[in-house]
């Protein structure tokens, strides 16, 4: 059993959309993995009802969710971590140096892993990191490009919430079949 962590900035919209997301999938390939979302900002928040109405449509429900922030003993605990942007994966590498073998944005897991070939049935998820880690440097965070990062609704239009869920839906897919 691996315990996976999805970070965003508030823990509001985007990671806890993505976890709850990444829960049903992990179970519907009869893993027994652990999945929590956690933000950079300080926890105790609701979720907005944009993506309250859109979690609804993909069959779950956020209504009682409340921003929890990340800390040191979360990251500790976590064999993976993915974070929706290479802020979220540079913020928590600073935070706990260790993780930084096994943190993640969302797309450059399942691009690393995709480069690394199925993920074997008798690898578990942290030496899978491992794998998929090597040859990567902190320098990858800090690149122009922000083709990993998954935007930020808040602001936005109830379109961009509609967006951003049908970008998770497809996202956790890839993910699952990494894990």
């Not at 999805?6 to 976890?19: G, K």
């Not at 992990?26 to 300080?42: C, D, I, M, W, Y």
């Not at 096994?102 to 199925?118: D, K, L, N, Y």
């Not at 509609?162 to 497809?170: E, I, Q, R």
Request: charged share 20%; hydrophobic share 40%; aromatic share 4%.
């Amino acid at each position: 059993m691996a315990n996976i962590l999805v970070l965003c900035t508030a823990n509001q919209c985007r990671s806890p959309l993505a976890a709850a997301m990444l829960h049903r999938r992990v179970a519907q390939r009869g893993l027994n993995h652990r999945v929590k979302s956690a933000g950079l900002l300080r926890g105790g928040e609701r979720s907005p009802e944009q993506i309250i109405e859109v979690a609804r449509l993909h069959g779950f429900d956020l209504t009682e969710h409340r921003s929890e922030q990340v800390t040191t003993r979360l990251l500790d605990g976590a064999d993976l971590v993915l974070g929706m942007t290479r802020h979220h994966v540079r913020d928590v590498a600073v935070m706990e140096p260790s993780v930084w073998p096994h943190a993640f944005t969302m797309t450059e897991f399942v691009r690393r892993s995709a480069s690394a070939g199925q993920k074997p049935a008798s690898v578990d998820v942290a030496s899978w990191c491992q794998t998929i880690h090597h040859g990567r440097t902190t320098s990858d965070l800090l690149a122009a490009s922000a083709s990993d990062d998954i935007d930020d609704p808040m602001g936005g239009t109830f379109d961009d919430f509609v967006h951003l869920g049908d970008v998770l839906d497809s996202v956790m897919d890839e993910v699952a079949a990494n894990l």
